[in-house]
């Protein structure tokens, strides 16, 4: 039988043909590019970093310390590692109770930093059957419902506005987080990316410019209207405090110090989640059912229950797809003209 031989790098790729496993040879890697293309390099690495938000980046780099760990304590190369070494690590993480999506992430980064690195992912590798039945085991023997974080409706949002208490540079600043991220249907990055020269103030309400987003890779932007209200009040509460902290331009939500002075620092998305589940605690709830997300999830689940057709919610929430959507339409309207509603 004739071998061909498939050479990636530095890499030993192994060819199967007729169920039969050859092992190439290793090449050389390429010559390196001349010092001239230097910046022109980096350049690139900074449009191929840019694709990916800054939450996956941070969440890939701490995936790829675990397994770099976990390789370091068993004895093992992390780089490059083979299918069966990964396998291992999965196998691992499953066992030590990470949920099939929380592997299936660190899977990824693992495959991104071998790319990075010049390396086929272990996942592309034709070795790879093994670590792809270990992935679809986890999954079958521990995956279930996705579990999602309460919905912060208008109910729950306006308790927890309620239990805010006082006027200082803190409370302001949380409620019109809580108003805003809930009537524009936020994603926690897209809250802590908002810049006071996104918001337009207009008699019927706002007019709130998001420039990059989850979906929107290309940064084409989009603008969302949000009604003035007479129950949240989003428009109030936001020039309330955007009069308060006296900023004209720069991060619209900034941190505070411990002291609750105003910093020029923008506010990370981790503590949009803090500040969520610390008034919905405040507010009598259960802080472990909430996160950044409920705000986001409050507005399409109360806008659903008012009977807001899914085109006029995608408007706000700006879902590539209806589908998620259908859910939560479908989730709020369980009850409506129930098949046994006449005979139960």
């Given at each position: 039988?004739?071998?061909r031989q498939?050479?990636i ?19 050389p890697?390429?010559p ?13 690495a ?5 694709a990916?938000s800054?939450?996956?980046r941070?969440?890939y780099e ?9 390789c ?19 196998s691992?993480?499953a066992?030590a109770?990470?949920n ?9 980064a693992?495959?991104?930093?071998h790319?990075a690195?010049?390396?086929?992912a ?5 070795t790879?059957?093994?670590l ?6 986890i ?14 409706d ?6 927890m506005?309620a239990?805010?208490?006082g006027?200082g540079?803190?409370?302001?600043r949380d409620?019109a987080i ?21 918001v337009?103030?207009v ?5 709130l ?5 989850k ?21 109030a ?6 009069a ?8 619209l939500?900034?941190r ?7 910093t ?11 500040l969520?589940q610390?008034h ?8 472990t ?9 409050g507005f399409?689940?109360e806008?659903?229950a ?7 919610l995608?408007?706000v929430?700006?879902?590539?797809s ?8 479908r ?5 409506k003209?129930h098949a046994?509603q006449?005979?139960?």
């Amino acid at each position: 039988m004739m071998v061909r031989q498939r050479l990636i790098s530095d890499a030993i790729i192994p060819v199967v043909h007729d169920d039969r496993q050859v092992l190439a040879m290793p090449i050389p890697l390429q010559p390196a590019l001349p010092a001239v293309l230097d910046a022109k390099i980096e350049r690139a690495a900074a449009y191929a970093k840019a694709a990916r938000s800054t939450a996956t980046r941070r969440a890939y780099e701490s995936d790829w310390a675990i397994f770099a760990a976990w390789c370091d304590a068993h004895g093992l190369a992390a780089l490059p590692a083979s299918p069966d070494v990964v396998a291992v690590f999965a196998s691992d993480q499953a066992a030590a109770g990470l949920n099939p999506s929380t592997i299936n992430r660190r899977v990824a980064a693992i495959g991104h930093q071998h790319r990075a690195a010049g390396f086929p992912a272990p996942t592309a590798l034709p070795t790879a059957e093994r670590l792809a039945e270990v992935l679809a085991g986890i999954r079958a023997e521990h995956g279930g419902a996705k579990r999602r974080k309460a919905p912060a409706d208008a109910t729950a949002l306006r308790n927890m506005l309620a239990a805010i208490e006082g006027d200082g540079l803190r409370a302001v600043r949380d409620r019109a987080i809580l108003a805003i991220g809930m009537a524009a249907a936020l994603r926690r990055s897209e809250i802590v990316a908002l810049e006071v020269g996104h918001v337009g103030i207009v008699p019927e309400g706002l007019r709130l410019t998001i420039a990059r987003s989850k979906t929107d890779r290309a940064g084409e932007g989009a603008v969302i209207a949000i009604p003035e209200g007479t129950r949240i009040r989003p428009k109030a509460l936001l020039l309330a405090w955007m009069a308060a902290a006296g900023h004209g331009e720069g991060a619209l939500f900034r941190r505070l110090s411990r002291k609750d002075a105003l910093t020029d620092a923008a506010m990370s998305d981790r503590a949009i989640a803090r500040l969520v589940q610390t008034h919905a605690a405040a507010a009598g709830y259960d802080p472990t059912q909430f996160g950044g997300h409920s705000l986001r999830a409050g507005f399409i689940t109360e806008g659903a229950a008012q009977g807001a057709t899914i085109f006029k919610l995608q408007e706000v929430s700006r879902h590539k797809s209806v589908q998620v959507l259908s859910d939560y339409v479908r989730n709020a309207e369980l009850f409506k003209d129930h098949a046994g509603q006449r005979f139960l």
